[in-house]
């Protein structure tokens, strides 16, 4: 049952992906052709500055869902429904905390804001903001039920749908009134119904949770909490690691570069909710996996995983490396391009990121968020201070350095040495020696195939989206040849091979 719900996971969600990729990349289009560039700046500087309110939640949904893993997989009704009462309570107090400091920050904007003199109505825009990201909190939090039962493809399917809608009819919106207040209202609007509609999904499939009224022990909310403490940490390093970009560089460069960056960042949250959906569809088979089954056969799981999550960010890392700026000059015009040498960077950081997705998802499912809650801290202050400092002489390729330095002092190893210390245990420093020569001999594979695709694709330049497509094709051709090449032997290439196998048989029969 593990393996057929992750199949159905993950088809769900990287059919949904595709589509709703496409639709964004018309959506930012139009945007851009009927919006001006500082409008587009605005869209990316409230955007992380919601995400930076955002850091209420403290990671309060990662510590639930881990928290439900065993009760779901003991189909014990009691727990869970006493668990989701205690989620329910805990996301509407954050919900009041993020219209709280939105509000707070409200007479600060003028000063996150350079060359965006010309925006009408930015308060009421700021607020709709707000309004958004606040009201997000009141229902979502009835979806974790589904994710602790190996159903997320469930609401994953309710919630693609509606972002499907909202995109279209923000674009024919925006076509027929060029009007951006309308756009956000739009938004705004659409964001209850995927929510509305997993409620009562809930509230029919699992009624025994309006049964229940009462809370979690005390021993058990203290064991909640303290696992509530250690993710906030790790919150505040996501939010300083990953939504202070666009405020330094509206405040040290201006809105116009946050407007470009924001057109890179399009392409990379696309690739990013990818994968995201790809983990997403193992989660809760790796979480009741991880409760039920010994740390042999786990790590054995994580180094299939490892391999599946380095084949994926490996290829598409080479692809952005060999067709990012076509892809934006492409779609958006030459005069949103940035220099080679920041994009480099900026798919460098993408890159070193992804890589950490195995230890992340064995980390969450296996509640190691203790364990290395003070390597948030450290990463927080070096990426902060590092970008502060490069900026100045460097500009964006200096604040998405100061990410790289921060995460290869911190994540890069302290997360795989978590892992192994305390979730596997046996034998750990082995296994740690064999991770980290294993990750060196990765990245240079990447990087060398990385270097022959922008070789490439200099000496024969992308003119149009034909060009384009037989270029993603050899690269494609190229990438999987090297990785069969350099694999075929490995234990961890059989399996995925195996399970690939089986899946096709599955959708042929």
């Not at 009927?34 to 949904?61: H, K, M, P, R």
Request: aromatic share 12%; with cysteine.
């Amino acid at each position: 049952m593990r393996i057929r719900y992750s199949i159905i996971n993950m088809m769900v969600n990287i059919g949904g992906q595709f589509l709703t990729m496409l639709l964004s990349f018309i959506n930012r289009m139009v945007f851009i052709h009927c919006l001006s560039a500082a409008y587009l700046g605005v869209n990316g500087l409230f955007t992380d500055v919601l995400s930076i309110l955002n850091f209420a939640e403290l990671g309060i949904g990662t510590a639930m869902v881990f928290s439900m893993y065993e009760p779901a997989a003991r189909d014990d009704e009691r727990k869970l429904a006493q668990l989701m009462n205690l989620y329910k309570w805990m996301y509407r107090a954050v919900a009041a905390t993020v219209l709280l400091f939105g509000l707070v920050l409200l007479p600060f904007l003028p000063h996150l804001i350079k060359g965006g003199e010309g925006i009408e109505h930015i308060t009421l825009i700021y607020m709709m903001y707000v309004a958004a990201s606040a009201s997000s909190y009141l229902l979502n939090y009835k979806s974790s039920i589904y994710q602790a039962y190996q159903k997320s493809y469930l609401c994953t399917g309710w919630t693609l749908v509606c972002e499907c809608i909202r995109t279209v009819v923000q674009i024919v919106a925006l076509l027929l009134t060029g009007n951006f207040i309308l756009y956000l209202a739009i938004q705004l609007v659409i964001q209850f119904i995927p929510n509305i509609m997993i409620s009562r999904m809930v509230d029919k499939e699992f009624p025994y949770l309006k049964k229940y009224r009462e809370l979690p022990d005390r021993e058990e909310r203290n064991g909640i909490l303290k696992n509530i403490g250690a993710m906030s940490m790790h919150k505040l390093a996501i939010v300083i690691v990953r939504n202070t970009d666009s405020l330094l560089m509206s405040s040290f460069i201006g809105l116009a570069t946050v407007g470009i960056y924001s057109n890179y960042r399009l392409v990379l949250n696309a690739l990013n909710n990818l994968m995201t959906k790809v983990v997403t569809a193992f989660s809760g088979s790796v979480g009741n996996f991880a409760a039920l089954e010994n740390s042999d056969r786990l790590y054995q799981v994580y180094k299939e995983m490892d391999f599946l999550f380095f084949v994926l960010s490996g290829y598409l890392t080479g692809g952005l490396m060999m067709l990012f700026n076509p892809l934006i000059a492409l779609l958006f015009g030459r005069e949103y391009c940035f220099p080679m040498t920041t994009v480099t960077i900026i798919v460098a950081e993408f890159y070193i990121t992804r890589m950490r997705q195995t230890n992340l998802l064995f980390r969450e499912v296996m509640g190691l968020f203790w364990n290395d809650r003070y390597k948030a801290v450290a990463e927080s202050a070096i990426n902060l201070v590092v970008s502060l400092v490069l900026v100045q002489r460097y500009g964006v390729t200096g604040i998405i350095g100061g990410t790289i330095i921060s995460t290869l002092c911190t994540c890069t190893w302290i997360e795989p040495y978590i892992f192994l210390k305390y979730g596997v245990q046996d034998a750990w420093q082995k296994k740690l020696r064999a991770y980290f020569a294993e990750y060196l001999k990765r990245a240079m594979i990447v990087a060398a195939v990385s270097a022959v695709a922008m070789l490439w694709v200099k000496r024969f330049p992308v003119g149009n989206f034909g060009v384009f497509v037989l270029d993603g094709l050899l690269y494609t051709a190229v990438f999987a040849g090297v990785i069969v090449l350099l694999y075929r032997r490995s234990a961890e290439y059989a399996e995925l091979k195996r399970r690939v196998q089986e899946i096709l048989k599955r959708r042929a029969g």
